[in-house]
């Protein structure tokens, strides 16, 4: 108690002395005897509950549940403390004998013309076009917009400067470009738009909005002659040349995703055919709180608002949660299948291997503290070991299963 009272006082203002030395009478005066009894408790769970769980051997995962049974001066202290243990494979799927169909995509002629498409509107030059202008199938439409439904506005309907390419017709939004052509700078016009069924927008979907819009700005679009002189400001030999390097760098993302495909349906299967002890909540709610805080990062990095996204798509930040906790759990089987097989298989990654990748990545950084502190940590190491670990496991399931 004496202990709990002194840790009491370094947080209260007792007049005549300084913090965290009045006595346990005069703490008692000021903050009452119960305040003190709480207080003793925190530092009785705090002190015994860890060593418990240490002599017991459990691992454990999220925070225990605790609840006080008999607390009383002059009495034992008497306290429940309910912990979650972390999950554990019952009987692992055999990784030996599942199989995974390997696959195989090319580039296509579609896919060529896409990348040239974007090339070619990377290179297009954007002139202001003269006053009077009417805007054609040509050109840039730069235009505020305003939208609403049965008379009520849109949510993130407003904007000021989208940007509107009158030369292309898969536009944001099926039936916006047509009424824009020729319109002229400062003019406006109301019109109905359907949003498509799949739209990401799930508010919008499938819904007749009523659209209002007003052009800012009018640029006439020149695009490049798609030859060898357009290859040559590219760096490149010719045209051909070109269209070979464009070719080898779409097959190397064709590879990558089939790679990602098949490893991720290798990763599913034995998930699904393995077997586990009961997955609590709050390991599952902390993942899917872990995907939540990569998507929020990922929708940054493009220089997006996270707030806007899920405006966007109709979510708050708890219904995204919820609807990522079947994933979450996948992924937390996925992470215990990876463990045990790593362990079956004996793969292992020795500290000099992760320091070798560690020192890898610190070449990117300018920063000399930074690099001393990322090649220093200790909590990253044993990151970067897991996280290698992972990766030769996954390889050697790919050896194993994919036929």
Known sequence: MERAAKHVSEHVDIAGFRK????????????????????????????????????????????????VEKMAPGNPFVYTAIVELMPHIIKLADHRKLTVKKKSREVEEKDMELALKDLARMQTKETRAMSGHTATAEDLVVAGTHMAKAGVPVEGGDGKGWRIYLNETDTYVPGMREPLLGMKEGEEKSFEVLF????????????????????????NLVLPTM???FAKQLGQESFAVLKDKIKENLQK??????????????????????SYSEIGESLIEEEADKMAHELEHAVERQ???????????????KTLRDGMKSQAELRVKVALVLQKVADEEKIDVSDEEAKAEIQKQAEYYKDAEAKKKLVESVPYLAYTKGRMRNTKTTEKLRELMLK
């Open 196 to 219: 498509p069924e799949g739209h990401y927008q799930k508010h919008l979907a499938g819904q007749k909005v009523q659209m209002n819009v007003k052009v800012n700005e009018i640029f």
């Open 20 to 67: 965290g030395h009045a006595t346990y009478g005069v703490v008692k005066e000021k903050v009452g005897e119960q305040a003190i009894l709480e207080e003793a408790a925190e530092i009785i769970i705090h002190d015994t509950l860890p060593d418990v769980i240490m002599k017991e051997a459990l691992k454990v995962s999220g925070r225990p549940e605790v609840s």
């Open 303 to 317: 220089g997006g608002v996270f707030t806007d996204y899920l405006n966007a798509i109709g979510k708050t930040p």
């Open 227 to 229: 030859d060898d002189e």
């Open 253 to 274: 993302e064709k590879d990558e995703e089939v790679q990602a495909e098949e490893e991720r349906a290798m990763l599913e299967l034995l998930a699904k055919e393995t």
